[in-house]
C-alpha cells in the first residue's frame, strides 16, 4: 500500500535537494490551458540556440545561428507536455495531411516588452493563438502566449490582437531560421496563424500525449527510491 504523506515528504525533500528536470518535475501550472508555467530557453539577444538536454534537464547549446534571424520573442516550452499522437492527429485533421508528432515537448513563444537578458528560467504566461508549423511531415505547432501582467501584451487574449508585424517577425523567423541562402527547397512549412481556442486545444492534446507516454513516472521512481509498502 501507498502512504500518501510519505510519498509527498519524498517528492518534496527531492525538490529542495535537487534541481527538478524542466520537462518532467515543473509543473505547467494550475490553470491550463488559459495559463502556464513555461520554461524558457532562448532570449531575443541570444546569437546561439539553446536546448535542454532531455536526458539531464541541463540547457545545453545545441547550435550557433548560422544565418541572420534572430528569434523575436521568448522561446521554450511547456513543462510536461509531448507532441506525439493526439498532437500529430489534430494537425492532420486540420492540414489534411499525415503528420506526425516530433516527439518533443510543445513550443511556446512568449512576447513581453521587456528586456530579459537569459533563458534557463520560468515564466507565467498566457496563450493567445498559435503557428500551425510543418517541419517536413512532423508536427511542429508554435504556441504563441503574451507574458502574464506585460505592460504592453498583458491585456491581449486574441492573437489578432497582436500587430501584424510582430505575427509576421515570427513566422519568418522559423520559416528561415534553417534556411540555407542558395537552398531551393523549404525546410518549415506555417499554413495557419490560429487562434486562443485552437491554442487551446493543442495545448490540451499535448498534455495527453505527456500522460499517455510518461503516465505514472512518480510512481516508478517513487517505489525505486523504496518508499512503497
Excluded at 530557453?41 to 539553446?50: A, C, L
Excluded at 544565418?67 to 511547456?78: E, H, K, N, Q, T
Excluded at 486540420?94 to 534557463?120: A, K
Aim: glycine fraction near 6%; charge should be negative.
Amino acid at each position: 500500500m501507498s502512504d500518501n504523506k510519505s510519498d509527498h515528504a519524498i517528492w518534496k525533500l527531492l525538490g529542495m535537494l535537487y534541481k527538478p528536470h524542466p520537462w518532467h518535475g515543473i509543473s505547467p501550472g494550475e490553470e491550463v490551458p488559459q495559463e502556464l508555467q513555461c520554461f524558457v530557453e532562448v532570449v531575443p539577444s541570444d546569437t546561439v540556440k539553446y536546448e535542454i538536454d532531455k536526458v539531464s534537464g541541463y540547457l545545453k547549446l545545441d547550435r550557433p545561428q548560422k544565418y541572420s534571424s534572430i528569434c523575436p520573442a521568448l522561446y521554450g516550452f511547456v513543462p510536461q507536455t509531448l507532441c506525439a499522437e493526439r498532437t500529430a492527429a489534430l494537425s492532420s485533421e486540420r492540414t489534411g495531411r499525415e503528420l506526425e508528432g516530433d516527439g518533443d515537448p510543445l513550443d511556446i513563444c512568449i512576447l513581453t516588452d521587456r528586456p530579459i537578458g537569459h533563458g534557463n528560467i520560468l515564466v507565467t504566461c498566457i496563450p493567445i493563438g498559435g503557428l500551425r508549423m510543418l517541419d517536413q511531415n512532423e508536427a511542429d505547432d508554435k504556441i504563441i502566449a503574451v507574458l502574464k501582467n506585460d505592460a504592453t501584451y498583458g491585456s491581449m487574449t486574441e492573437v489578432d490582437q497582436v500587430p501584424a508585424a510582430i505575427i509576421d517577425r515570427l513566422r519568418h523567423y522559423f520559416l528561415t531560421y534553417k534556411q540555407h541562402p542558395d537552398s531551393q527547397s523549404v525546410a518549415c512549412e506555417i499554413t495557419h496563424v490560429y487562434g486562443r481556442e485552437e491554442a487551446h486545444a493543442v495545448i490540451n492534446r499535448s498534455v495527453e500525449d505527456y500522460k499517455l507516454r510518461f503516465d505514472g513516472i512518480e510512481e516508478i521512481l517513487t517505489a525505486a527510491l523504496g518508499t512503497r509498502r
